[in-house]
């Protein structure tokens, strides 16, 4: 029981120390400085099989508030099998900026979307990449906000995407997981070690991309793709990265219903434990071997009162993290949830970390 007493100290000290940083990060990335300048905007989709739902992404991309002769937009269709191309190619008709280009899967080795994201970043003539998926929408000064954030030594700059409000417990646990994750990469980025990068919503210089060869010679998975890249310019460069907290950034997403593609989804996207670098893989089995032992006391009667109090303060420093993120990305009123989720979500995120790990998911 001593030794549990001490190991459990040990990972609680480190894990606090982890909810400290994180909530610094939070705090000080509100200082972030921007330039106002208009650089040159190559904005990049790459869509398979998305004909039901990338209308609205395309008429959002139309009103964009940006000198036209300043960016482009290159539509690429990934080997779909419905109406996906046609619909790029209506939007499309009539604008000198736009293009429409289709990638053919079968004789590329790249996995999931890499390859059709490098044949637009070969076809595009623009010093900045800006990248989004079909079902998303982006708002009109999505690209000023953007490019406000390239000071000259950033290479990557990676944007917030929350999911829509919506009724029902379901949509609160997903903003609560978004919310999370984006907490964490914010913090992170602060420190120039950022943890995630959502595709939803990321932004790149076409010279750090070109820098490490884009998506050959790395982990060809077929997902992660945002995250690989993110990865190699992060242990291959010195470009540096920051993150977009203005809400004018902001690229919302639909929120899913509850079933086998969202399940589906959570493992493809915490599905790359091992793929993290020693750091960070180390920090990750801090956290694990943390949850681990709060279980272990859980069934440990006579360890109650120890148990009580790490869960106390493991409580109040994820409180005052998420306090930070909610002001932040201006998602305040899940604090009201916290609570509840406080309990349900390390279960979930653990096990669809465990699971994902095992690359038991399904990709279109």
Not at 109 to 117: M, R, W
Not at 184 to 191: C, E, K, L, N, R
Not at 238 to 252: G, I, K, L
Request: include cysteine; aromatic fraction near 14%; proline fraction near 4%.
């Amino acid at each position: 029981m001593t030794n549990l007493i001490e190991f459990s100290t040990i990972l609680a000290f480190f894990y606090l120390l982890i909810m400290l940083v994180i909530s610094l990060g939070l705090i000080f990335t509100r200082t972030t400085r921007r330039l106002r300048q208009t650089l040159t905007v190559s904005i990049i989709v790459c869509a398979r099989n998305e004909a039901n739902v990338i209308s609205q992404l395309l008429q959002s991309l139309t009103k964009l508030r940006y000198p036209e002769d300043k960016y482009e937009v290159i539509l690429i269709d990934d080997d779909s099998s419905d109406g996906t191309q046609n619909i790029m190619n209506y939007y499309a008709a009539g604008k000198e900026n736009w293009k429409v280009l289709h990638h053919d899967k079968s004789t590329d080795p790249l996995k999931g979307k890499k390859g059709a994201i490098s044949l637009g970043v070969r076809e595009s003539r623009s010093e900045i990449i800006l990248v989004t998926d079909a079902d998303c929408i982006v708002p009109p000064d999505w690209i000023t906000s953007m490019v406000y954030y390239f000071r000259p030594s950033v290479g990557m700059v990676l944007g917030h995407s929350p999911v829509e409000t919506r009724e029902g417990f379901m949509n609160i646990y997903e903003r609560f997981d978004t919310l999370c994750e984006a907490s964490v990469a914010a913090a992170s980025t602060y420190y120039n070690k950022p943890t995630h990068a959502n595709g939803r919503n990321l932004a790149y210089r076409k010279q750090a991309f070109e820098d490490v060869d884009g998506y050959n010679n790395g982990t060809n998975t077929d997902t992660g793709d945002d995250f690989f890249l993110m990865q190699k310019i992060r242990t291959h460069t010195h470009w540096r990265f920051a993150y977009n907290t203005d809400p004018a950034s902001f690229v919302p997403t639909e929120p899913m219903t509850f079933g086998k593609k969202y399940i589906h989804q959570q493992l493809r996207r915490n599905s790359k434990a091992f793929n993290l670098t020693i750091p960070f893989f180390l920090l990750g089995m801090i956290v694990f071997l943390f949850h681990v032992v709060l279980a272990i006391l859980l069934f440990s009667p006579s360890l109650w009162n120890w148990l009580g109090i790490l869960l106390l303060f493991k409580f109040l420093s994820e409180f005052i993290a998420t306090y930070h993120g909610a002001r932040l990305f201006g998602q305040t009123d899940l604090l009201k949830y916290f609570p509840i989720l406080w309990i349900i979500y390390p279960v979930c995120y653990l096990t669809s970390q465990l699971v994902g790990s095992l690359k038991l998911y399904r990709w279109k």
